[in-house]
């Protein structure tokens, strides 16, 4: 069974729901993709979408900037971009670091 992730110019096409969970529990970076508001992951060949939650405001730290991140695992679809043009911004979410680097999965920080 091939659970490789696609890659697009821009983004990611993640093959399943359970390979976002996945990386995101093991703190790997994730591709997203902001438009109207909503920030999603895109899941299989076909136009799904997974819905990245940020919660709060922005935290600074190291010179970076962190966010609190919820995934929505209560569906594996949400709407997507119409089209292309519709995309605001392409991103890539990374772990917050701290001075003696990655955190173990399942630490609190």
């Not at 405001?57 to 949400?78: C, F, P, R």
């Amino acid at each position: 069974m091939n659970i490789r992730n696609i890659r697009d110019s821009t983004h990611v096409k993640y093959k399943t729901t359970f390979n976002v969970i996945t990386r995101y529990n093991i703190r790997q970076p994730i591709s997203i993709i902001h438009f109207h508001d909503t920030w999603v992951c895109r899941i299989g060949n076909k136009d799904q979408y997974l819905e990245i939650i940020i919660n709060g405001s922005k935290k600074s730290a190291m010179g970076l900037h962190y966010w609190n991140v919820d995934i929505d695992i209560t569906s594996d679809t949400h709407a997507g971009p119409e089209n292309e043009r519709d995309i605001e911004h392409h991103c890539l979410l990374l772990p917050q670091l701290t001075k003696s680097g990655l955190p173990k999965p399942g630490s609190e920080m």
